[in-house]
């Protein structure tokens, strides 16, 4: 039973040393306890199977096990997000080192990737913005850009150099008024594909608005007419062919998120 929580754990903590973390989570835990379950669980000592205590059922099943660690998930999207939040940023890199061809990825086949119309496409502002305005492809493209060379890295295990251009997602949400204090900021995108991050990763200086690939337009396989590019997280965390952003204090998830993935999701 152990293996079976070491390997789930180590499916959902990429980047900080699993023990650790399932330690620190015992921690918090034991604090939420009611006197019995926390001399109960003291006895037990701070095990790793003392995990299976969160979720008060029988850990002999997988889905008592996910359902578990979904909440020693949601424990670690807190500390990830003080340990990572604003300020570290993640490395750059030299043109000459772009991977070339960039790899595709999607929930299916490349030559299903949406058509998106650029004429007619609008960008929809929801949520706690004070400019809730629809935005044209022209008007985004007249704003300030900026581009980055940077590594995505994909939870399936591959990872690419390459490069974006576009508009600082700060600058972008300061621009409408956004409810800079809210907790997220979702996605919705043009294939149905949704994800939502937390409002200090939107406003770290590398996120970006992407509306290019190596210089040029952003091709319809790389998500035309419009990504999130934000270097520090998991290639899911990476909305492509975005066509709605809300601001919002309401935790939305996303589509591999609520199938497992951890829901913070850095890289
Ligand atoms: N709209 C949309 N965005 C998406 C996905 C998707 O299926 N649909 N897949 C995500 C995943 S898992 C990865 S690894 C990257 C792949 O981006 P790429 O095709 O530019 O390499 O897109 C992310 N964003
Ligand atoms: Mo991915």
Known sequence: MK???????SQIFSTA???????????QIVRHLDEPSR??????????????????????DNESVDKALMKVSSFNDRMQGWLFGSTRLAPVYAESMITRPFPFNAFYAEDEAPVVDGSSYRLQIA??????RD??????????QTSQVTRHICVEGWSAIGKWGGV????????IGADLTAEYVSFKCADNYYTSIDMASALHPQTLLALTYDGQILPRKYGFPMKL???????????????????????????????????????
């Open 3 to 9: 293996n079976v929580i070491k390997n789930k754990i």
């Open 17 to 27: 040393d699993s023990e650790a973390i399932v330690q620190e989570a015992q921690k």
């Open 39 to 60: 001399r109960r669980f003291l006895r037990q000592g701070l095990t790793l199977g003392g995990v299976a205590m969160l979720s008060g059922c029988d850990i002999s």
């Open 127 to 132: 949520g706690l913005a004070l400019d809730k």
């Open 135 to 144: 935005w044209s492809l022209a008007t985004l493209h007249k704003m300030a």
């Open 168 to 175: 600082p997602f700060g600058d972008f949400l300061r621009l």
């Open 229 to 267: 590019r934000i270097p520090t997280k998991l290639g899911y965390k990476n909305p492509k062919h975005i066509e709605v952003i809300e601001i919002t204090n309401k935790f939305t998830g996303g589509y591999w998120e609520d199938q497992g993935y951890n829901w913070f999701g850095g890289s």
